[in-house]
C-alpha cells in the first residue's frame, strides 16, 4: 500500500504533533537523523525516496495515528442546484457565511460557483440585476477535487495551493467538504 508524499513544510508539525525526536523517525523510516534535521530547516530538498520513506513511517500506524480528511470535514454539505438562480446563490453564501459552494445536479456534483465567478459577471455585465436572475448552471466552474476520507491531511495542505476546498467521498457519495478555514481550525485545535 503506498503512503501519499507529505509536504516537506509540514515535516517537523507533523513529527512533533506526534511526538517524535528526529532520531526516532529517522529510525522508522530508515534514513539518518541529520536529513531528517536538514529537510526541516529546508536546506536541503529531499529525494522522492527519502521522502516516501519519511512519509511512509508517518503515515503508518508504527509513528502514530495521522488525521485524515474524514476527520477534519464539515457536514453537511452546502451546495446550490444548477438550476438555481444566482441571486439565490449569492444569498446561500452570505447567509451561511461561504465564498464558495458546489454546485449539484440532483445529488451529482457537477461543478462549483465561487463569489468571484460571481463578482466576474456582475462586473462584465450591462445590467447586473439581469445577471443575478441567470441559472447557475450558466455561470458553473469546474467542480472541486474529490478525495476520500482516509486521504491523509497532510496531502491535502498540498492541494490547497491550488484549490479553495475539497470534497470528501465515501461509497460514491459526497460526505464532506474540507475547505482552507478548516485544516486551520483543525490545526489550532491541535
Known sequence: MSSALIEPRQLKKIRVQLGYTQGRLAREAGVSQSI????????????YSTLAA??????????????????????????????ARLRECAALMKRKGFSQVPVFSGARIVGTITD????????????????????VRDHIQPAFAVVGKDTPVDALFS??????????????KVQGIVTKIDLMTAEAAE
Do not use: C, W
Open 54 to 83: 519519511i512519509s511512509k513511517a508517518l503515515n503508518s500506524g508504527s509513528v502514530g495515528r495521522v488525521r485524515k480528511a474524514g476527520d477534519v470535514m464539515s457536514t453537511p454539505v452546502v451546495g446550490v442546484q444548477e438550476d
Open 116 to 135: 468571484s465567478h460571481i463578482m466576474d459577471a456582475l462586473a462584465a455585465a450591462p445590467d447586473p440585476k439581469k445577471v443575478l436572475d441567470d441559472k
Open 36 to 47: 531528517v534535521a536538514k529537510i526541516e530547516a529546508g536546506s536541503v530538498d529531499p529525494t
Open 159 to 172: 492541494l490547497f495551493k491550488y484549490l479553495p476546498a475539497v470534497l470528501v467521498e465515501s461509497e460514491e
